[in-house]
């Protein structure tokens, strides 16, 4: 007979339709190792509540071990009958220790309490693995500071230019928005590490079992509070669905930015050759995949966010099948950022950048203006006048197709008197992006310490 974990009160198996729609071994097989863990546990505080001899337990123990190598090696896999890996698992170990000794490890567990603990578990561990390789992009993006601590661009708000900014200055504010997405997913493995293991189907046990114990066992601070909210309340998959969409959206304004830079037009940077791919008709092709897919697979995982809430939406407490939809979502978002971020931070880390053109185009579109207005502030002119003269300073080049820098003394001091010779000395770009030497400045002094304050966060992460 199959393994089942319920068929008493039934008179005939499911259908085949049923038992098709009902599976869900093929994407979670993936918990089986979080859930001989929590066998082990388990079987540790019935022995402690006497409900298993010494004996019991070490054979117990030894049962799963067996249980353990053999998923570990293939040589145990679910069959059609087995509904989910909890029942895979358990007729794994009663064929290992028979229906007396293995029938009593269900005692005061459910597949409830069982699945949100290890479904926390998976995740806590895929966010641990996600943020080293958050911090590897982060990494990469440090070290294209390092090596460019002059480089400089025009800095575009609305794409328009804006002012110029240091190109290392850039690559940190991706950064930056990276290190917050790590320190969310800390955040986020603070609230979710407790234990719904002891929860039962909803009601909590009446075995005199410790679910603190398990807790601690299972790497957890402790067990959950309330034993209908562990078993029915997923908002921790939420919340880390929210977290891994909004990196896959940091991610994808990093990867726009290297789509657009790599263009003819704009020819800031060129991608290495590892990093790129090809196309099969137009031979002259060298495309930005790496970037693209990260763009794309963003766009999967709000979609994975979004799946998700509507899922758990309008869910009465506490445990409904509709809470197996929960884990997939999961499982690929986890999946798609474990292909990206190696990929993303090869591309960034090996991105070679045209620092020459970049500077050529950091005064154009007048980036200056603001310098001549700030300028003006500091001789004592109120700032609307001053606004007003460098948008004047700006017709009047424009008109004549020349650089702020190019309006001879006469014109300058036409538009206002306070504008002498003198405001030449801001109207560089190495002189604009120097004077913004305030915290978190573009001046490369301040940016040096960023990026040093940055270095050693990530160091110690
Ligand atoms: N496989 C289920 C899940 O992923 C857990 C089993 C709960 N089944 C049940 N009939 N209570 O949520």
């Known amino acids: 007979a199959p393994a089942r974990l319920w068929g008493g009160r039934f008179s005939s198996g499911p259908a085949e339709a049923m038992a098709a729609l009902s599976d869900s071994t093929h994407f979670d097989w993936a918990l089986a190792p979080y859930d001989i863990a929590g066998s082990r546990a388990h079987a540790r505080v019935l022995h402690r509540a006497g409900l298993l001899t010494e004996e019991e337990l070490e054979r117990m123990l030894r049962g799963l071990d067996t249980l353990a190598a053999d998923v570990a090696s293939g040589e145990f896999t679910p069959t059609r009958d087995d509904e989910d890996v909890h029942t895979a698992l358990e007729r794994g170990l009663l064929d290992r220790l028979g229906r007396e000794l293995g029938g009593k490890l269900r005692a005061g567990r459910s597949r409830n309490d069982q699945v949100a603990t290890l479904f926390r578990m998976w995740l806590r561990d895929a966010a641990r693995r996600i943020a080293t390789g958050v911090l590897d992009v982060v990494d990469a993006l440090l070290a294209q500071a390092a090596t460019h601590p002059e480089a400089v661009l ?21 950064a930056q928005a990276l290190v917050r997405d790590v320190d969310r997913l800390r955040d986020w493995d603070a609230r979710t590490a407790f234990s719904p293991y002891g929860s039962g189907a909803l009601a909590g046990s009446s075995l ?115 809470l197996q939809e929960d884990k997939e979502p999961l499982f690929d ?67 004549r197709g020349a650089g702020l820098d190019q309006l001879t003394d006469a014109e300058l001091a036409a538009v206002l008197p306070e504008l002498t010779p003198s405001v030449r000395e801001v109207l560089t770009v190495a002189g604009s992006i120097a004077s913004r030497d305030a915290y978190g400045g573009t001046a490369p002094a301040r940016v040096g310490e960023q990026r040093h304050r940055l270095a050693s966060l990530v160091e110690t992460q």
């Open 208 to 322: 005199g079992l410790d679910p603190e114990a398990v807790a601690l066992e299972l790497g957890f601070d402790g067990p959950v509070e309330n034993s209908i909210d562990g078993t029915a309340s997923r908002d921790f998959a939420a919340e880390a669905a929210f977290v891994l969409a909004m990196l896959g959206v940091n991610l994808s304004r990093v990867a726009e930015e290297v789509i657009v830079w790599t263009t003819a037009e704009f020819g800031y940077a060129v991608l290495d050759d590892a990093w790129a791919t090809g196309s099969s008709i137009m031979p002259q092709k060298k495309n930005p995949d790496v970037a693209e897919l990260t763009r794309g697979k963003s766009g999967r995982l709000i979609g994975n966010l979004t799946g998700l809430l509507a899922t758990l939406k309008a869910q009465p407490l506490a445990y409904n099948r509709d």
């Open 154 to 174: 025009p800095g575009r708000t609305h794409l328009q230019h804006a002012q110029p900014v240091l190109l290392a200055h850039h690559l940190l504010a991706h």
């Open 333 to 399: 978002s986890v999946r798609q950022l474990d292909l990206l971020l190696p990929a993303l931070a090869g591309m960034l880390g090996t991105m070679r950048f045209d620092t020459e053109r970049m500077a050529a185009w950091a005064p154009a579109g007048f980036t200056l203006a603001t310098d001549i207005a700030e300028w003006l502030v500091r001789q004592g002119v109120p700032f609307r006048v001053a606004h007003e003269a460098a948008g004047e300073c700006v017709r009047l080049a424009e008109a």
